[in-house]
């Protein structure tokens, strides 16, 4: 059991509240991105203890969400929160970095070997050879596609985002920031200028339809596409004849036992040896402000980009 002192208002959050997504009934406690200490443990938990600050993606049920006083958090879905970086900073990691470690490394969505994974990859493959093209990083779950792109020593990492984000994004690991403003044709030509018609890969953590994600794919190669919302390709249009793979990333520690422990085994290290970068956030005054907080959800829902924000429900 976890005492919430910290957590992160999501663009996820928005679409569990409108839509119901993942099969959410509402009303439901919302968010997922979590911080805060341990008030009551298991039996068989050894490697923590009472008052332990933690952060992590608490249980996908009513009993797991972060707006309320107490969460419930399995082990190998959290860590401790280490001592370079507060417990607000921890809380801009959970969901919002889980989600691409599932859509670049696992076997069924990009597949690329995984720099969590303690086995050595079998593939006689060359990861520094590889380009992936990023789109939406400038979102959270974005920003840290580029980081994990570059632990995974992805050799190009071409990003789509605004360019008042582009210093923020080669921090990270981009090796190039293409403009995301103008029409699909317009930003796909800036694409093909550094990838050609040789793309495979491809992470879209914005977008709700696929059309122009695909139109960046090789005509004469078997592309892969792992998206955070489920698949759209417009029929009408002649990518949808390409060969290519596409799938929705669940990125659910639940779904992904195995994924989740080897990730938050290895997060402490990775943040203290500055590996991985927490976000940039602001604190929202009055605690569980119910108007405040639908004001940010409701920026999400009209395509606008409210920053990111965290609240502190004990406020």
Same mark, same amino acid.
């Given at each position: 059991? /976890?005492?919430?002192?910290?957590?992160?208002?999501?663009?996820?959050?928005?679409?569990?509240?409108?839509?119901?997504?993942?099969?959410?009934?509402? %009303?439901? &406690?919302?968010? &997922?991105?979590?911080?805060? *200490?341990?008030?009551?443990?298991?039996?068989?938990?050894?490697?923590?203890?009472?008052?332990?600050?933690?952060?992590?993606?608490?249980?996908?049920?009513?009993?797991?969400?972060?707006?309320?006083?107490?969460?419930?958090?399995?082990?190998? !879905?959290?860590?401790?929160?280490?001592?370079?970086?507060?417990?607000?900073?921890?809380?801009?990691?959970?969901?919002?970095?889980?989600?691409?470690?599932?859509?670049?490394? /696992?076997?069924?969505?990009?597949?690329?070997?995984?720099?969590? #994974? +303690?086995? %050595?990859?079998?593939?006689?493959?060359?990861?520094?050879?590889?380009?992936?093209?990023?789109?939406?990083?400038?979102?959270?779950?974005?920003?840290?596609?580029?980081?994990?792109?570059?632990?995974?020593?992805?050799?190009?990492?071409?990003?789509?985002? !605004?360019? #008042?984000?582009?210093?923020?994004?080669? !921090?990270?690991?981009?090796?190039?920031?293409?403009? $995301?403003?103008?029409?699909?044709?317009?930003?796909?030509?800036?694409?093909?200028?550094?990838?050609?018609?040789?793309?495979?890969?491809?992470?879209?953590?914005?977008?709700?339809? /696929?059309?122009?994600?695909?139109?960046?794919?090789?005509?004469?190669? +078997?592309?892969?596409?792992?998206?955070?919302?489920?698949?759209?390709?417009?029929?009408?249009?002649?990518?949808?004849?390409?060969?290519?793979?596409?799938?929705?990333?669940?990125?659910?520690?639940?779904?992904?036992? *195995?994924?989740?422990?080897?990730?938050?085994?290895?997060?402490? *290290?990775?943040?203290?040896?500055?590996?991985?970068?927490?976000?940039?956030?602001?604190?929202?005054?009055?605690?569980?402000?119910?108007?405040?907080?639908?004001?940010?959800?409701?920026?999400? $829902?009209?395509?606008?980009?409210?920053? +990111?924000? /965290?609240?502190?429900?004990?406020?």
């Amino acid at each position: 059991m /976890h005492q919430t002192n910290e957590l992160l208002v999501n663009p996820h959050d928005q679409k569990v509240r409108d839509w119901g997504l993942f099969g959410n009934p509402t %009303p439901i &406690t919302l968010f &997922t991105d979590i911080a805060g *200490e341990i008030s009551a443990i298991g039996s068989k938990v050894n490697d923590f203890k009472l008052g332990d600050h933690i952060f992590g993606y608490p249980n996908f049920d009513l009993d797991g969400q972060g707006s309320q006083q107490y969460a419930v958090l399995r082990v190998g !879905s959290f860590a401790k929160v280490p001592s370079s970086i507060s417990d607000d900073q921890a809380a801009t990691i959970p969901v919002n970095l889980f989600a691409p470690v599932i859509a670049l490394f /696992h076997p069924d969505k990009l597949g690329f070997p995984s720099p969590f #994974s +303690k086995e %050595p990859s079998t593939k006689d493959f060359d990861t520094a050879a590889q380009t992936l093209v990023i789109i939406g990083g400038g979102s959270n779950c974005g920003k840290f596609g580029v980081q994990l792109a570059k632990l995974a020593g992805i050799g190009k990492i071409v990003v789509t985002a !605004s360019l #008042s984000n582009e210093s923020e994004l080669k !921090s990270y690991g981009a090796t190039h920031v293409v403009d $995301r403003h103008g029409t699909n044709s317009e930003v796909e030509a800036r694409v093909r200028q550094i990838v050609g018609d040789d793309l495979i890969y491809v992470y879209d953590a914005i977008n709700d339809d /696929h059309t122009f994600t695909v139109s960046l794919l090789s005509s004469t190669k +078997k592309g892969k596409v792992a998206t955070l919302l489920p698949p759209k390709v417009a029929e009408s249009t002649g990518e949808s004849k390409k060969d290519y793979e596409i799938s929705q990333v669940f990125g659910v520690v639940q779904f992904q036992p *195995e994924f989740s422990a080897a990730t938050f085994g290895a997060l402490p *290290e990775l943040i203290d040896s500055g590996k991985i970068k927490t976000l940039k956030f602001q604190v929202m005054e009055g605690g569980l402000n119910v108007d405040a907080i639908n004001k940010v959800l409701d920026a999400y $829902r009209d395509g606008k980009n409210p920053g +990111k924000w /965290h609240v502190h429900p004990n406020a």
